[in-house]
């Protein structure tokens, strides 16, 4: 699978640990196309029918009785507000330290120099949205991604250290802006891909951060296949492009200089990839996380010239490896990465090695760590460590005086000791099929009889990982034990496990969540009776299907984001997707074929099999699962008596990035839990006794 930014991410990047929802197609905004507008028309009659008449309740008012009912404990604020201080970032030069704090409630830039007093100095001024991803340019500027107005739209913006003015460099209505390479060697200068000339097609410019000049370095035309990425050599030459031939076979393409016309030197099956990460040294081969050959993915060195692979770097029998990362100042690979049940790091380098040990040493076992930032002399690192009882904390390790300094809590409002442990489980399919999950239990409570909450992830082309997530460290502080199935189609365990998932929506992927059920109940860990079913996006879309297919199994669920109707799905693709159509259909199905099939696992086409209360969650302003989804669905059950809550937020997009949204939607989440399958009294009591079986 290569890594088109637009449909399905393959990562080369370390997850984030703290917690973040998935996606149902990360990648580029989604424009409204025509279907979706004919359904705002047909679809109208929602607010209209959820208006108070008489005594009736508005949405609102429903809502916020839910909220009033949530249980108590630790505060939902104490999840979801802002952290104080994240995501610590070097200069360069090592001269300075950034980080994003809170300021009028959204997360701006910070900055303070670390070799003379200096107080810190804030340096955006965003109060709408939050400042995205965020980048040292070089040792006198910044860059961020922000979108203004939330509809996935990013734009690249710039501040100077000293003057603090800010630029936007992509003043571009509905465009989007991606960042292909910071270009290290030339400080002045970075890659970055807009569609600013086709809104389906991202094209790679060279931008000048102090002009704001833009030079196009190549065009995007051919929509039949079309490029979807480029690599940058360590000379900040593009010698690298993947395209995309009639939406289901991936090309690899290959120059030696940027004088020579773009060649392809290899093309595969969409579920085959060979992802380069970066050129090697002498920017003649590539490293590249690889499953060419193999089901499950390795790191190796690829020679592109002569389309072969040199050699395998690290591989695993189990999972995939698919992160590596290097020294630039010493020229040398240092670790390869991969996800089993926990991540896990194996060192290339014994100088990174001993590095990370000394670090360990002194920070203790109890701690998983990871390097978030490095000065290009590799003399000040800065390191992130995490639980999966604790958002973890930062900390600023000099080299040069052997001393670690802790920088902030991620969340110091978090007590360790009163959150949950997420333990790894694995249970088989009723197909054979060997499953992996976590199972995340109450503290103090025995594994019996409990109250569960089924928490299938996004994607579908993601997978759950180990660590702390704020959704179920919330639902375990209630009192559910939380199941979370890395199902069938889930990424990470080898080719033909994602594949196995493929027209298996509502199918195969829906049945595992079910057998995951099943193994609780047998466990003796799961009470029959009080099983309900959450999830966001893809994950929304499998508790309104589990509502639907097996209406017997759930007590209540909860659908965040999630989609209704695979057909009104498939036939809605933005343009942005239009050139991934086939691969989208591989996966959701073919109206041509497979109608049957996608007609049966439509929950919004089945409203009458919906017997149980619902809460759905919608942003107004999503761009990937249009908001007529959850609003057809919320007046088809409204109008057949349904009990059913809807919380639509007007100013969020697919995710709700405001922290207030967020603690709205969970404080109605957990009232609403608790209305409809309580956690007695006598469960709350503390014990020792018992483990997992």
């Not at 993601?462 to 375990?476: I, P």
């Not at 509502?506 to 003796?524: A, F, P, R």
């Not at 799961?526 to 309900?532: H, Q, S, T, V």
Request: proline share 6%.
């Amino acid at each position: 699978m290569l890594s088109f930014r637009g449909i399905f991410v393959h990562s080369l990047k370390l997850q984030d640990i703290s917690f973040t929802v998935q996606h149902l197609f990360p990648g580029h905004p989604r424009p409204i196309s025509s279907v979706v507008s004919l359904w705002l028309m047909l679809g109208l009659g929602l607010l209209a029918s959820c208006r108070p008449t008489g005594t009736e309740q508005s949405p609102q008012e429903r809502v916020n009785e839910l909220a009033a009912e949530d249980p108590g404990g630790i505060p939902v604020e104490v999840f979801f507000s802002n952290p104080e201080q994240t995501d610590f970032k070097l200069s360069p030069d090592g001269r300075y330290l950034s980080w994003l704090a809170p300021w009028q409630d959204r997360m701006n830039l910070f900055v303070r120099s670390l070799d003379s007093v200096m107080e810190p100095l804030r340096l955006t001024a965003e109060s709408q949205t939050d400042v995205g991803r965020y980048f040292w340019a070089n040792n006198d500027r910044l860059v961020y991604l922000h979108d203004p107005g939330g509809k996935e739209q990013y734009r690249l913006f710039t501040v100077d250290l000293h003057s603090r003015e800010v630029r936007d460099l992509t003043p571009f209505e509905g465009v989007s802006v991606e960042i292909i390479d910071v270009l290290p060697a030339f400080p002045e200068e970075m890659i970055i891909s807009m569609n600013r000339n086709n809104p389906r097609l991202f094209e790679p410019y060279r931008l000048h951060l102090e002009t704001g000049e833009l030079r196009q370095l190549a065009e995007n035309r051919n929509v039949r296949e079309p490029f979807t990425w480029w690599v940058a050599d360590h000379e900040g030459k593009l010698r690298v492009a993947f395209s995309v031939t009639d939406g289901i076979r991936t090309n690899v393409l290959y120059r030696a200089t940027e004088d020579e016309p773009f060649r392809k030197v290899l093309t595969t099956d969409w579920t085959e990839y060979m992802e380069p990460a970066f050129f090697d040294f002498d920017n003649a081969s590539v490293y590249a996380s690889s499953n060419l050959g193999r089901d499950k993915a390795a790191i190796v060195r690829y020679d592109l010239e002569n389309n072969r692979e040199l050699e395998v770097i690290y591989e695993h029998p189990e999972v995939d490896v698919y992160d590596v990362g290097y020294s630039r100042n010493r020229r040398k690979l240092t670790w390869a990465g991969y996800a089993h049940d926990k991540w896990q790091m194996v060192w290339l380098d014994s100088a990174a090695a001993r590095f990370m040990q000394r670090v360990e040493r002194e920070l203790g076992p109890d701690v998983e760590l990871k390097v978030s930032s490095i000065d290009d002399f590799e003399r000040r690192f800065v390191l992130r460590t995490y639980s999966d009882r604790h958002l973890g904390s930062w900390y600023l390790f000099d080299y040069d005086t052997d001393k670690l300094t802790k920088l902030a809590d991620v969340n110091n409002r978090i007590n360790p000791e009163e959150m949950a442990e997420m333990r790894p489980i694995q249970f088989k399919a009723r197909d054979g099929m060997l499953l992996h999950g976590y199972l995340t239990l109450p503290p103090g409570r025995l594994p019996k009889n409990l109250p569960v909450v089924v928490n299938p992830h996004g994607g579908p082309r993601t997978r759950n990982y180990w660590g702390f997530n704020s959704e179920v460290q919330l639902l375990a502080n209630r009192g559910y034990a939380v199941l979370q199935v890395n199902y069938r189609g889930s990424t990470g365990y080898g080719r033909a496990f994602a594949n196995a998932g493929f027209g298996q929506w509502g199918g195969g992927i829906q049945d595992d969540l079910t057998d995951g059920v099943d193994w609780l109940i047998e466990q003796g860990i799961a009470d029959p009776d009080r099983i309900g079913i959450y999830g966001f996006s893809f994950g929304g879309y499998c508790a309104l299907a589990g509502l639907s297919l097996t209406p017997d199994r759930y007590a209540c669920g909860a659908s965040y984001g999630g989609l209704t109707d695979l057909f009104a799905y498939v036939d809605s693709l933005p343009p942005i997707w239009e050139p991934y159509r086939a691969m989208i259909m591989t996966m959701v199905g073919d109206p041509s074929r497979d109608s049957l099939r996608m007609d049966a696992t439509s929950p919004g086409r089945h409203l009458n099999q919906i017997h149980t209360p619902l809460l759905v969650a919608h942003g107004a302003k999503d761009s990937r699962v249009h908001v007529q989804h959850a609003r057809n669905l919320v007046e088809g059950l409204h109008r057949q008596g349904n009990d059913v809550y809807y919380l639509e937020m007007p100013d969020e997009g697919h995710q709700f990035m405001r922290e207030e949204s967020r603690q709205e939607f969970y404080r109605a989440l957990a009232g609403f839990l608790h209305r409809y399958m309580p956690v007695y009294e006598e469960e709350l009591e503390v014990t020792t006794a018992g483990e997992l079986r």
